[in-house]
């Protein structure tokens, strides 16, 4: 069995809690550097702020500079998206964080009870969905919406229901034919 072969990346430092910026100069925190593999630190040697600034001050040479990378790499990176691996990779995250999500409702329909996961989805308590739409305009599906629920820490405002349960409260003006029988 062949070996892998190692990339050249700098052994990491141990971590403090401040960096020096060498845009700025100045001491801050870590949470102000955006996360660099490719570093001793495994941080960026910029703050947040100078990469924005910078980025800010240099748009046009920016972009053209990415855009001829882009003409350049075209081919590489459609086959590199097109990959099964690629999409596995993508697939599995998202199980991930879906997982993470339906775990913290009950991982079961709050109606009826049901458990396959294939059968779940979230479902707004109060039937407001179509208040809670990204700033374009459109809606939080699936993988946008999952992230969403963790970021704002599992509200109370979603719930897990069966793709029966969720049709039924549709149709029958937000309530499930369930509960009619109660």
């Not at 596995?88 to 009826?112: L, P, Q, S």
């Not at 979230?122 to 374009?136: A, E, R, T, Y």
């Amino acid at each position: 069995m062949p070996k892998k072969i190692q990339k050249n990346i700098p052994k990491k430092t141990p971590i403090s809690s401040s960096k020096i910026c060498s845009g700025c100069r100045e001491e801050k925190d870590l949470g102000m550097f955006s996360k660099d593999k490719l570093t001793k630190t495994g941080f960026s040697n910029w703050c947040k702020d100078c990469h924005s600034d910078y980025a800010r001050a240099n748009k046009k040479s920016i972009s053209k500079r990415m855009r001829k990378w882009y003409y350049s790499n075209r081919e590489r990176m459609l086959l590199h998206y097109k990959s099964d691996e690629y999409k596995d990779r993508i697939k599995r995250r998202n199980e991930e964080i879906k997982d993470i999500v339906f775990e913290e409702y009950g991982n079961k329909c709050t109606c009826c009870g049901e458990m396959c996961q294939k059968l779940l989805a979230i479902d707004h308590v109060n039937n407001d969905g179509h208040k809670d739409l990204m700033p374009s305009g459109h809606r939080n599906t699936g993988r946008l919406l999952w992230l969403k629920i963790i970021r704002e820490g599992f509200p109370d405002k979603y719930q897990i229901l069966c793709f029966s349960c969720n049709w039924g409260k549709h149709i029958n003006n937000g309530k499930c034919p369930h509960k009619d029988h109660e």
